[in-house]
Nanobody
Framework: QVQLVETGGGLVQPGGSLRLSCAASGSIFNLVAMGWYRQAPGKQRELVARINSGGNTYYADSVKGRFTISRDNAKNTVYLQMNSLKPEDTAVYLC?????????????WGQGTQVTVAA
């Protein structure tokens, strides 16, 4: 089993910044991808950003140019730097990792951390 611990959420004013961290622990093997989803009430869960083991990244159009995803493989940690935050960024942000062991894929989710952007 893999456990994900998220930190960094909170309340911030429009235009502000937050940095989310997600540290993986437990039976860690090959983490082929790591990323962040978000979900707001009444909306479908949205992939915000992801990064694979080779460092290739993906960003949703709504956050491109404002958010940056990175990872520290030695620490099994993924980060999401969020700048120029907007009220529409308000959501529960969930860390997501994909691991592979002996050719078997397993997906893991964090508990989620609330990000609220409001004046």
């Amino acid at each position: 089993q893999v456990q994900l611990v998220e930190t960094g959420g909170g309340l911030v004013q429009p235009g502000g910044s937050l940095r989310l961290s997600c540290a993986a622990s437990g039976s860690i093997f090959n983490l082929v991808a790591m990323g962040w989803y978000r979900q707001a009430p009444g909306k479908q869960r949205e992939l915000v950003a992801r990064i694979n083991s080779g460092g290739n990244t993906y960003y949703a159009d709504s956050v491109k140019g404002r958010f940056t995803i990175s990872r520290d493989n030695a620490k099994n940690t993924v980060y999401l730097q969020m700048n120029s935050l907007k009220p529409e960024d308000t959501a529960v942000y969930l860390c997501y990792v994909v691991s592979r062991r002996a050719g078997v894929r397993a997906d893991y989710w964090g508990q989620g951390t609330q990000v609220t952007v409001a004046a």
